[in-house]
Each structure stands twice: as structure tokens, then as C-alpha cells.
């Protein structure tokens, strides 16, 4: 079945860096729709950034000019590149494949911002 497993979750001070990994099998993410979601305590999941099969990105405006999502077809990885990290980036972050009208969650990775 597809996996998707997520890693790089940290504790990073406030202004720091971070970059997960979702290393995805039995999808080729070249082909499928990729994103990166997190859910604070208490709050609904919501959408950090996708990426297309053709490499198109989309970013939530909270995080616009702090992360870069890419991949790297060959490895089947996502990643998300994250800057200026702000406390309020606290979360689990979750990968997310959708292909052929199915999506696909990856268990999350936890990144904690606090100094």
C-alpha cells in the first residue's frame, strides 16, 4: 500500500530553520499532487504548501517567503524547507499525496518553535 513517512521534525528556536522529509512508495510523486498540512492543538488541519506532479506550488499566505516545498522525483521525496520559524509554526506537520481522487496521509512529524 502507499506510505508516506515524514521526518525533521525538531525543536528549533524562534527564527530558526527546519526541513522535513516525506519519502513517499507505491506513488511516484511525479505524478502526484503533493502537500504538506498541519494541525496545532486545538485548531483544524489546514494547508501549508503543494506542489504538482509539474512542479506548480501553492503556499498558505501565513507562510509565503519563510517555506519552499520541493522533490525530488527520482528520490520520491517531498521536502519542505522552513524559514524564520515563528512560534506560532507550531504544529504536527502531515504529507499528503492525491492521485486518481484519493488522498494518502502520511503518521506527521512534530515541530515545535520556542525559544
Known amino acids: 500500500q502507499v506510505q508516506l513517512v515524514e521526518s525533521g521534525g525538531d525543536l528549533v528556536q524562534p527564527g530558526g530553520s527546519l526541513r522535513l522529509s516525506c519519502a513517499a512508495s507505491r506513488i511516484s510523486v511525479s505524478l502526484a499532487t503533493m502537500g504538506w498540512y498541519r494541525q496545532a492543538p486545538g485548531k483544524e488541519r489546514e494547508l501549508v504548501a503543494s506542489?504538482?506532479?509539474?512542479?506548480?506550488?501553492n503556499y498558505a499566505d501565513s507562510v509565503k517567503g519563510r517555506f519552499t516545498i520541493s522533490k525530488h522525483d527520482v528520490k520520491n521525496t517531498v521536502y519542505l524547507q522552513m524559514n524564520l520559524l515563528k512560534p506560532e509554526d507550531t504544529a504536527v506537520y502531515y504529507c499528503k499525496a492525491y492521485y486518481i481522487g484519493r488522498n494518502y496521509w502520511g503518521q506527521g512529524t512534530q515541530v515545535t518553535v520556542s525559544s
Open positions: 506542489i504538482t506532479g509539474g512542479a506548480s506550488t
